[in-house]
């Protein structure tokens, strides 16, 4: 029997390679987690800057950005299709958002405004806990429709004003308002985009509407009607109205005994064709704004009214009425401290417009309820178009979609709820 051979020196030798391997490997592999883990974060960033156009440097609301995008990674997109239904509703009340212009893009601002899918949004509005933590307020809403910043005014148009047409062929009364913020696309919606500061008035909804009622009106089944075509086009400023087609005259608003509003002089054009009513909306669009410093600032404060008139021919006799208006930016309506005495009254006459115009859309959908139409110009002017059953109304709300306007967004998305209460229950998982 041979002793047993001494333990060989060189095993603990050997184990103690082992483990010093054994280290390098667990370095090598932390070296290389933290690689990884720098890589995705690299990525996360990049995504964050190719889908929102920012970067952390020195932006304030880089973490909401990255957290806006963690919320929409988790969400399923299903947006407004072309070939959706068209619902036939008295009362539309729906949203655009618009894209983040350059100035807001090179200011790094935040894009705050997800919409998952064709009735729904959400403003993720950025908060603070009391120990500095960030977290997002994240506000679900729900409307007929909502339209996102890729959808055109053709996409919009289909879905609100154009199933109104023939509403004003069967007797009723037709309004479309663009109610929100002055700069969250009301005129760019009404009257066409804007390429710089040249307007398509083609592309706006005054121009679609148009072109659909001459083409009702050359249909068999309208034609037999005989009725004839006119348009007016004026603007309300605080308690006065000034007639766009007549170099901004000034009409006196008045009411006859039977509470019967009427614009006294207001001038109503006669069009035998599209073209006749497409140089009506460029002359009275290009009116409102003339001679003004800034695009904003006076149209921004008095709501735009164009009215495309049907008659009978040869009498006076009213057949239908399309009043599609342009409202006075609501940020207006809380004009006051700082602006002297002047704005702040038209800044009150501003809120208190929108609250009658809210409060008489509602008295439509509701049989039997007050309209207080006799609370402003607007809704006294509008007045037959609150009334009878046969009266459809649309409301399309304009938001921006950037951080910076969040507040006048909620208030937007606020009224507008009110306007039509929809049941906000059926939200899709998130
Ligand atoms: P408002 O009439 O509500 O004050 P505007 O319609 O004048 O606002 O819009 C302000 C600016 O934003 C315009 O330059 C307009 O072209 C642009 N804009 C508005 N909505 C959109 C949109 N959906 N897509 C692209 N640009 C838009
Ligand atoms: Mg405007």
Redesign the pocket.
């Given at each position: 029997n041979s002793p047993s051979p001494p333990e060989s020196p060189k095993k603990p030798k050997r184990e103690s390679i082992f483990e010093f391997k054994s280290e390098a490997a667990k370095k090598v592999e932390l070296i290389a987690k933290s690689r990884d883990e720098r890589r995705q974060k690299l990525a996360e960033e990049k995504s964050i800057r190719d889908q929102m156009g920012i970067s952390e440097h020195n932006n304030p609301y880089y973490e909401f950005a990255r957290m806006i995008n963690e919320f929409k990674s988790s969400l399923e997109f299903h947006p407004l299709k072309d070939s959706d239904p068209v619902i036939e509703n008295q009362i539309t009340v729906c949203v655009?958002?618009?894209?983040l212009?350059t100035r807001e893009k090179n200011r790094n601002e935040v894009d705050v405004i997800t919409v998952p899918t064709k009735n729904q949004i959400i403003v993720h509005e950025p908060k603070h806990k009391v120990d500095l933590t960030k977290y997002l307020d994240n506000q679900h809403f729900r409307f007929d429709y909502v339209f996102d910043?890729t959808?055109t005014?053709e996409t919009v148009y289909k879905f609100t004003a154009q199933p109104l047409v023939k509403t004003i062929f069967e007797g009723g009364m037709a309004t479309c308002f663009?109610y929100?913020?002055?700069?969250?696309?009301?005129?760019?919606?009404m009257?066409g985009?804007?390429k710089g500061k040249q307007q398509n008035f083609k592309n706006g909804i005054y121009a679609l509407v148009a072109t659909d009622v001459f083409s009702f009106l050359n249909q068999p089944s309208y034609k037999d009607k005989n009725l004839v075509v006119s348009a007016s086009f004026f603007e309300i400023y605080g308690k006065v109205a000034y007639d766009l087609l007549a170099k901004k005259q000034r009409l006196r608003v008045l009411e006859d005994g039977k509470q019967v509003v009427q614009v006294v002089g207001l001038t109503e054009r006669m069009v035998g064709k599209v073209d006749d009513i497409m140089d009506l909306i460029r002359k009275g669009s290009l009116e409102r704004t003339s001679g003004q410093t800034s695009?904003?600032s006076n149209?921004?404060r008095s709501h735009a009214v164009f009215q495309i008139i049907l008659r009978k021919a040869g009498g006076k006799q009213l057949e239908g009425k399309f009043s599609l208006i342009?409202l006075a930016?609501n940020e207006r309506g809380a004009d006051n401290s700082k602006s002297n005495k002047q704005t702040r009254l038209e800044g009150a006459d501003i809120n208190k417009s929108l609250l009658a115009l809210k409060e008489c859309i509602r008295a439509l959908g509701k049989k039997g309820k007050h309209c207080p139409f006799r609370e402003s110009i607007l809704t006294k002017i509008l007045r037959d178009s609150f009334i009878g059953e046969k009266s459809r109304t649309c409301m399309i709300a304009?938001i921006?979609s950037s951080v910076g306007s969040v507040d006048h967004t909620l208030n937007t998305l606020r009224y507008a709820d009110r306007v039509k209460e929809l049941v906000a229950n059926d939200f899709c998982e998130v």
């Open positions: 655009r958002k618009r894209p212009n910043e959808c005014n663009a929100g913020q002055t700069g969250a696309g009301k005129t760019h919606t009257g985009e804007f695009a904003n149209s921004s342009d930016g304009l921006s």
